[in-house]
Structure formats: structure tokens, C-alpha cells
């Protein structure tokens, strides 16, 4: 069985900046337009059977506006009349209304359990569309910014059963024959759950293509299926369709087929209800292992052999419990009894004093562990001069208690298994894993349309941004830009909604549920002299923050930013914000 690499993200110094100063708030203003919309967006609220967290991150916190790399400054939203609208901005002071480019052929209200309606840009002549209701489009339009050649016409559409919102796609053109890859993402109620949330994510790696020599229409050519029990970060399918790449609180694994799917789940019932084997006690000195014999059970039956290492245990000429221990035992003074209620107790002389075994024999899950009432007591009382009801129990000790309420909130990291692993394409296995631990995710944008889109981390206050090559193995995420300071800024935005930054990286931008806009620009030359008094050395550079706020009090539904612009779209409006005037 192969095991995946375990990897590591390569910084490069000379991205950073450890001077950075912080943040200059300028009060210089910020054009910005209004378009008022001629139908609202349609924005579908969660229903009540959609309480969890991860409905709260894939559909809950759904960005409706959606930027067309392909084309520089290219916005698409839905609308409630199944509408998909378009705005090209070639000028801020000619603005003119989103233009209808497709309708999309159901009627959306129709469905009781619809989710969002998703597009993606597959690339610069192809779309796939999900209208919400569990159908996938999948559209050419011809040369999109150009009315003379675009046209969306669908070309292949299909009911793949219940309802998912597109997370990526691909085109690809290998010997003779087009395809089209695309994520897929449901939610799904998980019935046999006997713990968590009881609901399980479903990625679908679904694969249409057409050979251009049997002038066939598209089919569907594969479905690959990944089950995780988190909403992914980030997962994105490599450019040459070999791969993908997943950045996830909790791990994802492919299934084969819903048969298989089934036995897993019976097999996970069983071992659940399952009576333990055997149980088992410890102390500082020794273990005791109790199990419960068959009535016919006689002395004669029962043949246990100790070793330093390992112990064999074996009833009525059947092998019970075979396995090498946690740690080495004193074989000889080991012993078995059988007790008055038939059942046999072993107790078996630890070799190190002291040591608190976490399993009796390795990898066997068939017993189970008793914790004595008065071990328990003990544990607590050693860690009492860690915990106490005061604030400063003692406000004499030179060294106060760590006070957990003075940790800001981006102090705080809840995702311990948070990682990024790729998967191969043919074989469905796992063959790179990054861990992230407190590297928290904040965003993802396309820099380059014809790579794979890049992810922004936090690595210590800094915010990062990744690179994916899937054709380098050695260097699979180069560091492309830093965000100074930005991981530590952000996190005091309690009512963050989006986060997002311009493809040339000349800033980083977010907005809140409500009104209010946050641009961190880069630092850039000062045209004016100022000075450092703490230090008393010249400041060449100044990084600026810049806050608009919009006039509306509707929720704020979509953000995207470009090069020039940030657009931001509410459910009668979309408003432009001019943030860089240089081009």
C-alpha cells in the first residue's frame, strides 16, 4: 500500500517583510457607481432542515456574483426570472445596464429543496451551470465580450439526482476527443449516523466528453465520488485533469459505488453495537484485563502465555486475544485467576512504573478501557494549579495564569487537522498531504485562468498567497504574493462576509453582511518625506487602508475584485467601486 508524502509549504523570505508597520487609514475617497437591478438575485434562504454548520458554509454563505477570469472586468449574477446577467465594464462613467445573455429553460420555483443556481467559467468559450434542482448544464458561448460571436447554446444537460452547487471545471482537449470536468457539491443526510451531525459532504468528480471523429453528442464519461464531513476550503481539479487538490478541515476519501457505500455502513453498525471483548484497568503499577467466560467454560481451557512484549490468550482451542503490548511487562510475575462470577481476570506488572498506557495491545479496538472513579480524582487534582474559577487566583506570583479571555480572536485555532491533499486522478488515492494546522484559510482567487485557482493562507499575521503546479512534484505551491499583516487584521472583522484580492495581488479586499467595504492596498512609494520617530530612519513605502460604505441596507450577497474594481452585489443593486485609477 503506498503512503501519500507528507509535504510542506515553502515560504520565500524575500516576500516578507518583517518592518512592516501596519496600516495608514486614508481618507481619500473612493469613486463609486450604482446600478440598480431590473429583477432581484436569486438568492435562496436556508431551510429548516438545513441547520448545520456545513449548510452554513456551502449554501449559507453562498457568493452570488461571479467573475469571469477570462475576460478583465466581466461580472455574471442570476436572477429570480432565471436570468443569467451579464456587465462589462469598459468605462465607470458609461456604465450601462446587465445585459441577458441566457435563461435558463426551468422554472426555479418550482422546486421545493432547490439550492443557489451556480455558474463557473470553464474556460473562454465554455460554462457549466447548475440551475439549482440537481440538472448540469453544459454551455458553449462561443467568444464571451464579443456580441458577433457569443451565443450560449447548451450542449449537454442532465438530471444527476439531488440538488449540488458547482465548485470547479476544467477543459480539456487530449488526442481527438473534448471533455469537460467538473466538482460537484451536495450535502446529504447520512441515515445509520449514530454521532455528529448527521449529514455527510459529497464531492462529485463528474467527466462529459465528446470524440470529435464519431460526431457524437456529449455524454457522461466518468463520476468519481469523494465523502468527507466538512465543506471543503478549497478543492479544485488539476489543469491537465490528473489530479485535484482539496483543502479541508476534515479529511475526504473516494467510495466506489453505492453497494460498497452500503457495506461500509453496516460494517461501522456492527463494530458500533458490538459488545467489547474484553475490559480493562490500570494503575501506576500494573493492568487488570477482565473477560467474561462461556458457562461450559473449565481451567483446563484457558491457556495464557506471557511475554516481555506480547500476550496469548486462547479459550476452548480458539485464539481470543494475540498481540504485541503498548509496553514491555514482567512476564513473570504476571498472572490469571478465574473469578467466582466466571470470568477470567488477568493482571499483568508494568516494566516502566508510572506510565499510563493509551491501548492494552496494539491496534486491537475490541476491548474496552475502565477509568477507576478515584484515578479520575487524581488526574484532576494534579492539574488543579492549572485551572481555577479566578481570573488571578494569586496576584502576588511574579508570573500571573495565562487568562484566556485576553486571547484575541485570531489567537484562537479551532482546526487541528486542517490540511491540503491532492489525489490522484486514476488511482483515487491520496498522494500528497500539507498539513496546515493553524494556517487558516481566507480566500481563494484566479490569477491566472489557465492554472488552478490560488489559495490565501495565514501564516502567522501575514496572509499568503499559494500557487498550485501540479506538474512541478517537488514544488507543488509556490509562495506568489504576501498580504502584510492581513491574517492579523482580518480577524478583527467580526462581521466579515467575503474575502477577496485583485489577480496583480496590488490589493486585498473584504466586506461585511452589511454596508460597510475594507481595501488594504500594498505598500507604494510616498511622494512626500516622513520619518519613523521611534527609530528615526526614513519611510519610503506606506500601506493604506481605504473603507467604503455603501447606501443600502440590504445584505451583501456578492463580492469580486479586479484588477480596477471591486463589485459588490445586494438584492436590488450592484455597486462598483473604482480602487485603482492608475490604467
Not at 475576460?71 to 462589462?88: A, E, F, P
Not at 479544485?236 to 482539496?246: F, K, Q, R, T, V
Not at 498522494?431 to 502567522?460: A, W
Request: hydrophobic residues 35%; charged residues 25%.
Amino acid at each position: 500500500m503506498e503512503v501519500a508524502a507528507n509535504c510542506s509549504l515553502r515560504v520565500k523570505r524575500p516576500l516578507l517583510d518583517p518592518r512592516f508597520e501596519g496600516y495608514k487609514l486614508s481618507l481619500e475617497p473612493l469613486p463609486s457607481y450604482q446600478l440598480e437591478l431590473d429583477a432581484a438575485v436569486a438568492e435562496v434562504k436556508l431551510r429548516d432542515d438545513q441547520y448545520t454548520l456545513e449548510h452554513m458554509h456551502a449554501f449559507g454563505m453562498y457568493n452570488y456574483l461571479h467573475c469571469d477570469p477570462w475576460y478583465q472586468d466581466s461580472v455574471y449574477y442570476i436572477d429570480n426570472l432565471g436570468r443569467i446577467m451579464n456587465l462589462t465594464v469598459m468605462l465607470d462613467t458609461a456604465l450601462g445596464k446587465p445585459r441577458e445573455v441566457f435563461r435558463l429553460p426551468t422554472d426555479l420555483t418550482a422546486c421545493d429543496n432547490r439550492l443557489c443556481a451556480s455558474i463557473h467559467f470553464t474556460s473562454s468559450t465554455w460554462v457549466t451551470l447548475s440551475d439549482g434542482t440537481g440538472r448540469l448544464y453544459l454551455i458553449g458561448t462561443g467568444e464571451r465580450g464579443n456580441s458577433a460571436s457569443e451565443k450560449w447554446e447548451i450542449v449537454f444537460n442532465e438530471e444527476l439526482g439531488s440538488p449540488f452547487i458547482i465548485i470547479h471545471s476544467i477543459s480539456l482537449l487530449k488526442a481527438e476527443e473534448h471533455s469537460i470536468a467538473t466538482l460537484l457539491l451536495r450535502i446529504e443526510k447520512e441515515e445509520l449516523a449514530m454521532e455528529g451531525s448527521g449529514f455527510y459532504v459529497s464531492l462529485e468528480w463528474v467527466t462529459i466528453s465528446k470524440k470529435y471523429e464519431d460526431n457524437k453528442k456529449y455524454e457522461m464519461a466518468k463520476c468519481n465520488s469523494l465523502r468527507g464531513k466538512s465543506v471543503p476550503h478549497y478543492a479544485a481539479i488539476e489543469p491537465d485533469g490528473n489530479g485535484l487538490m482539496i483543502v479541508s478541515y476534515k479529511s475526504f476519501t473516494f467510495v466506489q459505488a453505492g453497494q460498497d457505500l452500503e457495506e461500509s455502513k453496516d460494517e461501522n453498525m456492527s463494530e458500533e453495537i458490538k459488545e467489547p471483548l474484553y475490559y480493562w484497568q490500570q494503575t501506576e503499577d500494573d493492568l487488570t484485563v477482565t473477560i467474561q467466560l462461556p458457562e461450559d467454560c473449565t481451567k483446563e481451557d484457558i491457556q495464557v502465555q506471557f511475554l516481555p512484549d506480547s500476550v496469548n490468550i486462547v479459550l476452548k482451542g480458539q485464539r481470543f486475544l494475540e498481540g504485541k503490548l503498548f509496553s514491555s511487562i514482567d512476564h513473570e510475575s504476571s498472572t490469571w485467576i478465574i473469578k467466582e462470577n466466571n470470568s477470567l481476570e488477568i493482571s499483568l506488572i508494568k516494566k516502566n512504573e508510572g506510565m499510563t498506557w493509551p491501548e492494552l495491545v496494539v491496534g486491537d479496538k475490541q476491548g474496552e478501557f475502565i477509568r477507576d472513579s478515584a484515578q479520575c480524582a487524581a488526574i484532576a487534582e494534579r492539574l488543579m494549579h492549572l485551572t481555577s474559577d479566578e481570573l488571578n487566583p494569586n496576584p502576588d506570583k511574579d508570573k500571573p495564569p495565562c487568562n484566556a479571555q485576553e486571547l484575541e480572536e485570531c489567537d484562537i485555532f479551532f482546526e487541528e487537522n486542517f490540511s491540503l491533499c491532492r489525489f490522484d486522478g486514476n488511482t483515487l488515492k491520496t498522494t500528497h498531504v500539507v498539513n496546515l494546522g493553524s494556517n487558516q484559510y481566507l480566500f481563494s482567487v484566479i490569477v491566472d485562468p489557465k492554472e488552478m485557482p490560488c489559495f490565501c493562507l495565514r501564516h502567522d499575521v501575514d496572509a499568503l498567497l499559494w500557487q498550485p503546479h501540479s506538474s512541478k512534484q517537488d514544488d507543488m505551491w509556490e509562495h506568489i504574493a504576501t498580504f502584510n499583516a492581513l491574517g492579523y487584521v482580518q480577524a478583527s472583522k467580526r462581521d466579515k462576509k467575503f474575502f477577496a484580492c485583485a489577480p496583480n495581488y496590488s490589493y486585498a479586499a473584504l466586506c461585511e453582511c452589511l454596508r460597510r467595504v475594507f481595501i488594504y492596498r500594498q505598500p507604494t512609494p510616498m511622494s512626500t518625506v516622513l520619518y519613523n520617530r521611534k527609530e528615526g530612519r526614513q519611510v519610503g513605502q506606506v500601506a493604506k487602508q481605504q473603507v467604503a460604505s455603501l447606501e443600502t441596507n440590504d445584505p451583501i450577497l456578492g463580492f469580486q475584485a479586479t484588477n480596477e474594481r471591486l463589485f459588490v452585489l445586494t438584492t436590488k443593486n450592484l455597486f462598483l467601486i473604482k480602487v485603482n485609477t492608475e490604467n
